[in-house]
């Protein structure tokens, strides 16, 4: 979803910036799944890294949601939910045609956003369960491990078949769930490294020993404490 922002509400707007401006944070998996996709697509914005006890009055007046991430275009045009962000980064450039654009298989195009679509309600569910239950040390831990595992399961079924979840090439929807599968991995962590899924372990540390996991996860900064100015994408090519 995207509407129009007048920059002259900024705190301290950047008037000769043609730039986007990324409202993020360092650890929320939505506003790394947005990060990665603006590196993947070689695009660059301006990054304000926040927390969310304490949220820039530019990006209420934005985004009055007060969630990330959120970013303002140099048109004024807000988005404010991650997969929007990562499709327009990836519209504007997709070097690595992470939307399957010149894909032979066109299928290949409606099973990745079945797939992204699936985790972003289901899964996202299921796992907040169980980092609750893990978090409260509650009996119901393994029930809600378990509702996590069947859409491991299918995860683990794809990629004993191929290198990412949609086909050989990467797509848009590895970088998707990335996140989400990193703080799964991470929940149980002993359970995780033991846990029937090999593939599923191959691929996700196939991104989190990758450069690009390392400089998208790079500690920035707080936008709040300096107004820094710090250039977040394209320019890493």
């Given at each position: 979803?995207?509407?129009?922002?007048?920059?002259?509400?900024?705190?301290?707007?950047?008037?000769?910036?043609?730039?986007?401006?990324?409202?993020?944070?360092?650890?929320?998996?939505?506003?790394?799944?947005?990060?990665?996709?603006?590196?993947?697509?070689?695009?660059?914005?301006?990054?304000?890294?926040?927390?969310?006890?304490?949220?820039?009055?530019?990006?209420?007046?934005?985004?009055?949601?007060?969630?990330?991430?959120?970013?303002?275009?140099?048109?004024?045009?807000?988005?404010?939910?991650?997969?929007?962000?990562?499709?327009?980064?990836?519209?504007?450039?997709?070097?690595?045609?992470?939307?399957?654009?010149?894909?032979?298989?066109?299928?290949?195009?409606?099973?990745?956003?079945?797939?992204?679509?699936?985790?972003?309600?289901?899964?996202?569910?299921?796992?907040?369960?169980?980092?609750?239950?893990?978090?409260?040390?509650?009996?119901?831990?393994?029930?809600?491990?378990?509702?996590?595992?069947?859409?491991?399961?299918?995860?683990?079924?794809?990629?004993?078949?191929?290198?990412?979840?949609?086909?050989?090439?990467?797509?848009?929807?590895?970088?998707?769930?990335?996140?989400?599968?990193?703080?799964?991995?991470?929940?149980e962590r002993q359970w995780y490294l033991e846990s029937p899924y090999p593939y599923v372990r191959r691929w996700l540390n196939h991104y989190l020993q990758s450069p690009m996991f390392t400089k998208v996860m790079a500690k920035y900064p707080l936008?709040?404490?300096?107004?820094?100015?710090?250039?977040?994408?394209?320019?890493?090519?």
């Amino acid at each position: 979803m995207s509407k129009s922002f007048d920059y002259k509400d900024n705190e301290k707007s950047f008037e000769n910036s043609t730039l986007p401006i990324l409202y993020s944070l360092r650890n929320c998996p939505f506003a790394m799944r947005a990060r990665i996709a603006i590196f993947k697509a070689q695009q660059t914005v301006l990054l304000r890294d926040l927390v969310l006890t304490d949220k820039p009055l530019a990006m209420l007046q934005a985004s009055p949601k007060g969630t990330v991430p959120v970013i303002v275009l140099a048109n004024g045009t807000v988005i404010e939910e991650s997969l929007d962000i990562m499709l327009w980064a990836l519209q504007e450039t997709d070097p690595s045609d992470l939307l399957h654009a010149n894909h032979l298989d066109k299928s290949s195009i409606s099973d990745m956003h079945c797939v992204i679509k699936d985790f972003d309600h289901g899964f996202k569910r299921c796992l907040e369960q169980y980092k609750c239950a893990k978090r409260y040390q509650e009996p119901s831990l393994i029930e809600f491990r378990q509702a996590c595992e069947v859409y491991i399961q299918q995860l683990e079924l794809r990629l004993a078949q191929q290198r990412f979840l949609i086909s050989n090439q990467e797509s848009l929807a590895d970088i998707a769930l990335l996140p989400y599968i990193r703080q799964f991995a991470r929940i149980e962590r002993q359970w995780y490294l033991e846990s029937p899924y090999p593939y599923v372990r191959r691929w996700l540390n196939h991104y989190l020993q990758s450069p690009m996991f390392t400089k998208v996860m790079a500690k920035y900064p707080l936008w709040l404490t300096n107004y820094d100015e710090v250039l977040f994408g394209g320019y890493n090519k």
